[in-house]
């Protein structure tokens, strides 16, 4: 599992950084890169990568700003131009449809798949399956806006092929069936509960991405005990009152919640395009003083999301 940042700038784009697009590849543990909002540009991003568009399954959009939109019906239309027939499902708040569907209807543009969306109603849990679920929670910002909490489900523990060694079971398809966790009969007589010799499962990943926000208790409840945080810092700390004026966070902001969340990681973005240089710099710093493990992500940046030990 790994991040890779499409685009890291906050309102427009800048000779630095392009508008808001984050990549969660998942291509090891189901084939897909799910999208998490689409600013303006995001496809030509892309050529930069090694993402290809049909396989993207899955777009999260926090909330309709253009800066977090502007590039949907470009890649939808790119994305049905190079080979993608399977369905893809859009996520975000009320209005997402109307605004995909008339950009197509506009351009007279058409899909070789279908298009599912799902407008957010009701916050929690917005998508469920064997492997993973999403939660969504709404944030303070100007227009309607939310973070979403991506939980992967545990993983089995490993078979404990010495004990069984110890016990003189030989290897061979009935591993298998211990490792299912059978009851199964040796051939000496002996019966053998698979349980027993299954090591503890191991904790699923827990990656969060919050839209545009102010502090709020929600960026707490979504970022709980996250291996990463992605947050947005518009500002630096001296900034406060303007951040607060802009419906936006600062750096020592996002370092606060990852700190009292109980975060492994936090990855600052959407950048203002004011810090440069050393401005920079001391963006990550000031985060680093309350939370030590916090990084200013730029743009095609690529982070990878080891299981917990």
Same mark, same amino acid.
């Given at each position: ?9 906050? =309102?427009?784009?800048? %000779? ?5 697009? &984050?990549?969660? *590849? ?52 790119? /994305? ?13 708040? %009320?209005?997402? *449809? ?6 197509? #209807? ?8 279908? &298009? ?16 993973? @679920? ?7 910002? /100007? ?19 010495? @004990? ?11 591993? @298998?069936?211990? *490792? ?8 000496? =007589? /002996?019966? &053998? ?8 499962? @191991? ?21 709980? +005990? ?9 500002? +630096?700390?001296?900034?406060? *009152? ?35 240089? #050393? ?12 939370? #030590? +493990? ?16």
């Amino acid at each position: 599992m790994e991040l890779e940042f499409l685009g890291t700038g906050a =309102g427009v784009p800048s %000779k630095q950084r392009n508008v808001t697009s &984050i990549a969660l *590849k998942m291509l090891d543990e189901r084939n897909e890169v799910w999208l998490f909002d689409c600013g303006e540009g995001t496809q030509q991003q892309i050529l930069n990568t090694t993402i290809r568009p049909r396989k993207i399954e899955k777009i999260f959009i926090t909330h309709l700003h253009g800066d977090h939109i502007f590039g949907l019906p470009g890649l939808i239309s790119s /994305r049905s131009f190079q080979g993608g027939e399977d369905p893809l499902e859009i996520y975000g708040p %009320k209005g997402i *449809k109307q605004f995909v569907l008339t950009s197509l #209807k506009v351009s007279d543009s058409h899909l070789k798949y279908p &298009i599912k969306f799902i407008e957010i109603e009701t916050t929690g849990l917005i998508f469920k399956d064997e492997k993973v @679920k999403v939660y969504c929670e709404e944030l303070d910002h /100007r227009i309607k806006c939310y973070g979403y909490r991506i939980v992967e489900a545990d993983f089995q523990g490993e078979l404990q092929v010495e @004990k069984l060694k110890e016990l003189a079971i030989p290897s061979g398809p009935i591993y @298998k069936k211990i *490792k299912d966790g059978e009851i199964v009969t040796l051939e000496d =007589g /002996r019966v &053998i509960n698979g349980v027993d010799f299954i090591g503890q499962p @191991k904790k699923g990943r827990i990656v969060t991405i919050l839209g545009d926000t102010r502090l709020h208790k929600n960026c707490f409840v979504l970022a709980q +005990n996250a291996d990463v945080l992605v947050h947005e810092s518009t500002f +630096n700390k001296s900034e406060a *009152k303007l951040a607060k004026n802009y419906f936006h966070s600062t750096t020592a902001q996002a370092a606060q919640v990852a700190k009292e969340s109980n975060c492994k990681r936090l990855l600052l973005t959407h950048i203002s395009s004011r810090y440069l240089g #050393k401005a920079l710099y001391d963006l990550q710093g000031e985060a680093m003083e309350i939370f #030590k +493990n916090s990084k200013v992500v730029k743009d095609f940046d690529i982070i990878d999301i080891p299981l917990p030990h």
